[in-house]
């Protein structure tokens, strides 16, 4: 029996993987480099050693690589499908993993460069800090909130929003930290301070929602 011979595209697949990561690299580290507005598409086709034609074929826009980059940070800091759902570790050790992966990701110095990057080009580009908020911190948001109705359909979390709920968790890993390694008046902390500041952040908000009576939060931020 004659075999068909496997398709152009699955012969490709390995070789446009590899281009396809190395267009968001080269991007990525012209964006941080450089900024949104000084970054073309000629460019990251230099840096990524590819056609600018080969580009467009992986990522249809600039606004789509940009895109792409906020979502690969947040992908490396996210925590595990399996964490979200694992029924036998406590939820304050899941938070725990949860907020030191975000904390990590605010403070990695790609983290804090995207953050100035789009601070820096807000009045140019208000349609690239819309993407960058809900495909950051609300898309972060949105997976601990369906953890926390998770948690609270088990009866471990007693929170009226759960979007509310997460938001605070999240603002409060934020606290004086991010804005202070932001404006560059403080170094990133060493790790040891890292996971005592996201300890504690844990016991405050298991001390807000894990009581008899559920606090009413609806944050609108």
């Given at each position: 029996?004659?075999?068909n011979p ?33 970054t073309s ?168 929602y894990s ?11």
């Open positions: 029996m004659t075999r496997p398709s152009a595209t699955r012969a490709r697949r390995p070789k446009d993987e590899v281009k396809h990561e190395a267009i968001l690299k080269a991007a990525t580290r012209l964006f941080l480099k450089n900024g949104y507005s000084s598409m000629d460019a990251v086709a230099d840096a990524a050693r590819v056609t600018k034609q080969t580009v467009y074929a992986h990522y249809k826009s600039k606004d789509t690589l940009f895109t792409q980059m906020v979502t690969d940070l947040c992908d490396r800091h996210t925590p595990p499908e399996h964490l979200l759902k694992d029924e036998d570790k406590s939820i304050e050790d899941a938070l725990y993993e949860i907020g030191l992966g975000f904390l990590n990701m605010i403070t990695s110095a790609e983290g804090l460069a995207a953050t100035r990057l789009v601070i820096a080009e807000v009045a140019k580009h208000p349609k690239l800090a819309q993407r960058y908020y809900e495909d950051g911190t609300m898309r972060m948001v949105a997976m601990l909130a369906g953890f926390l109705e998770h948690q609270k359909a088990r009866g471990r979390v007693n929170a009226v929003d759960t979007t509310s709920a997460a938001s605070y968790f999240f603002a409060m890993l934020k606290g004086q930290y991010h804005i202070r390694m932001l404006l560059g008046i403080r170094p990133v902390p060493p790790a040891k301070d890292k996971e005592a500041h996201v300890r504690e952040t844990v016991r405050i908000f298991m001390r807000l009581g008899p009576s559920p606090l009413p939060t609806q944050s609108t931020f």
